[in-house]
């Protein structure tokens, strides 16, 4: 069965120093990973996604198959970049949307 | 365009009620998808459905059902309702189920089982 794991529940760091969230994933197949985020009273919405190898924001992914992560980074955090962070799989015919835990990014002025 | 819409915002329900959520999916969307976030966890699978059928289900038992309109609205029913069934209800739609279709959340529905 598929999993994702967010070992990071909250990670806080200074605006401009660097930020990682960690995203590891366990599937059998070939996975098509994403990253979403939630805004402070926002929807949850797509951020990117590893097909598109796209910077959104300002934020990249690469996704290790050997190592099997998907590590969202950006070099230099805003302030404006604070709030919940969650990496998904897609699996299935349906398509379904495996989530990991989150993990609440807090950029500090 | 709105996006995706979902009523109510809220919900209180008692133990053994019965609820039932709605959805709009994004304008030019066939597919919905049903997600169940519970307080401090990342959204879990219910079901999806498509072309008024469910199509695929996660692991939830069968107190959980819906239905799909001719218009691709949605609704989610659950029956019986226990206090573990209180959870944020979140509605994604997407254009069908390509590979590289976005899915597009609603803002959810607080379900509140007292």
């Known amino acids: 069965a598929q999993r994702v794991t967010q070992p990071e529940k909250l990670l806080s760091v200074f605006k401009g120093a660097p930020v990682e969230l960690k995203c590891n994933y366990s599937?059998?197949?070939?996975?098509?990973l994403f990253w979403y985020v939630q805004y402070s009273r926002q929807r949850l919405q797509l951020l990117l996604r590893?097909?598109s190898r796209e910077s959104i924001k300002g934020f990249t992914a690469d996704l290790n198959k050997g190592e099997t992560s998907f590590h969202l980074k950006k070099p230099f955090a805003q302030e404006e970049d604070s709030a919940m962070y969650y990496c998904?799989?897609?699996?299935?015919?349906?398509?379904?949307?495996?989530f990991g835990s989150g993990t609440q990014l807090t950029v500090l002025p | 365009d709105a996006g995706v819409t979902q009523s109510p915002t809220h919900l209180i329900k008692t133990r053994g009620q019965q609820v039932t959520l709605r959805c709009s999916p994004k304008?030019?969307?066939?597919?919905v998808s049903w997600y169940q976030q519970a307080l401090g966890q990342g959204p879990q699978f219910i079901f999806q459905y498509y072309e008024e059928e469910e199509r695929q289900r996660g692991n939830f038992p069968d107190r959980f059902s819906g239905h799909q309109f001719p218009n691709y609205s949605s609704e989610l029913n659950v029956n019986a309702l226990l206090l573990g069934d209180s959870a944020l209800y979140l509605c994604?739609?997407?254009?069908?189920?390509?590979?590289?279709?976005?899915?597009?959340f609603g803002p959810g529905t607080r379900l509140t089982v007292t």
């Open positions: 590893h097909i």
């Open positions: 304008s030019g969307h066939d597919t």
């Open positions: 994604a739609s997407s254009p069908g189920l390509k590979p590289g279709y976005e899915q597009y």
């Open positions: 998904a799989l897609t699996s299935g015919s349906a398509r379904q949307l495996t």
């Open positions: 599937y059998s197949g070939s996975p098509e």
